[in-house]
């Protein structure tokens, strides 16, 4: 039966033809692995190069769920293979766009013990500098940390960690995997690294789940007790694409204290739910301004949201970050504050958050 529907499902793909080239899609070797499970759902790999237009994949998975028996698709869109600069088993810069051929092996992360989103409902909310102020803190407690950079339309933790060098590539022909660079005792893999100065990351969404993937698959991270993921903001194919991807031990949602950010994170945290993934806590940053002069607190940004969305959310509430200009020079340094400014107000409010964290993954295996 199961064969009889893999042919029903070959047939369609063969009906859809590439504007550009004018094959169909099984001719054209897009569609590759195609399977079909006792559960009468296809699942196969959809090859999408740069020059692709976005809407092949949709007509894909139209194409295989109109085939009668099938309930549903399942497609993994895979990025072209490109050799690295040198050759197999040379070191080498790795080209910006350009990926060591794939090393299989028993599923993705096998030595990574935790894996924790950081993210938020919208941008310009200090997604970026919990994330790597909570990986930085983590790793000074003695973990083994890597820090991915998720972020694919504004990689930022190559600045915040001050790194800018080309990773290298490893491994035998063949086997060939890109080394994280690593700073500040955390292991660091990102596009930011890959990508010229300024050059921006234009690309569509299957791309960035195969840049994630890629990421996850084919970087030598080794042995890490925590793997802290930067997200993008919002709930598009980057978040998406890592749920599908990985089982994550949970996420951390950041916000400011208004009403337009809070409301952006509440539906973060009901789409992080409805992927069964376990939303660990709320941090509110920019909670207020300390006056330099007098010592009173200014509420820039108002205060008390991120309290009170995790209480209506009914996740943890796991601490507020001031405005703190130790953060901003932090930034611009490379160096998390966490660890250039360990005795301001945001550091003791950072190392108490990431504390949070880890008690929450060692209740897990508790």
Not at 113 to 138: F, T
Not at 204 to 230: N, Y
Request: aromatic fraction near 2%; include cysteine.
């Amino acid at each position: 039966m199961t064969d009889d529907l893999r042919r029903s499902v070959m047939a369609a793909l063969a009906k859809i033809t590439h504007p550009g080239t004018g094959l169909d899609l099984v001719a054209g070797g897009h569609v590759q692995n195609v399977e079909v499970g006792e559960d009468g759902v296809a699942r196969f790999q959809f090859l999408l190069r740069p020059e692709d237009p976005n809407e092949l994949v949709k007509e894909a998975r139209m194409a295989v769920e109109a085939v009668a028996g099938i309930n549903g698709a399942k497609i993994n869109v895979q990025l072209p293979q490109m050799q690295p600069p040198g050759g197999g088993g040379r070191r080498g810069a790795l080209k910006p766009g350009s990926v060591p051929a794939p090393t299989p092996k028993p599923g993705l992360l096998k030595n990574v013990r935790h894996v924790v989103a950081v993210s938020s409902g919208k941008g310009g909310v200090g997604k970026s500098m919990v994330a790597a102020n909570l990986a930085a803190a983590i790793a000074q407690s003695g973990q083994r940390v890597g820090l991915l950079d998720a972020d694919i339309y504004g990689p930022n933790i190559p600045l915040m960690f001050g790194v800018n060098r080309r990773p290298s590539v490893v491994g035998e022909k063949g086997k060939e995997m890109i080394e994280p660079l690593e700073a500040h005792g955390v292991r660091l893999m990102s596009l930011g690294f890959l990508l010229d100065k300024e050059q921006p990351a234009i690309m569509r969404g299957p791309l960035i789940a195969g840049v994630l993937k890629q990421f996850l698959e084919q970087v030598a991270w080794g042995p890490l007790d925590v793997m802290v993921v930067d997200m993008p903001p919002g709930t598009g194919d980057a978040q998406l694409s890592l749920v599908q991807t990985i089982d994550l031990d949970g996420a951390v949602m950041v916000t400011t204290p208004q009403d337009v950010a809070t409301g952006d994170v509440r539906r973060g945290i009901k789409m992080f739910e409805r992927v069964n993934t376990r939303v660990l806590g709320v941090v509110e940053n920019m909670s207020g301004l300390r006056c330099p002069h007098c010592g009173e607190a200014i509420d820039v940004f108002g205060s008390g949201g991120g309290q009170a969305l995790a209480d209506e959310m009914k996740v943890p509430f796991l601490g507020r970050v001031p405005l703190d200009p130790a953060i901003r020079e932090a930034g611009d340094r490379g160096v998390p504050t966490v660890i250039s400014a360990g005795e301001s107000d945001a550091a003791r409010a950072l190392a108490g958050i990431a504390d949070k964290v880890q008690d929450s993954l060692a209740a897990l295996v508790g």
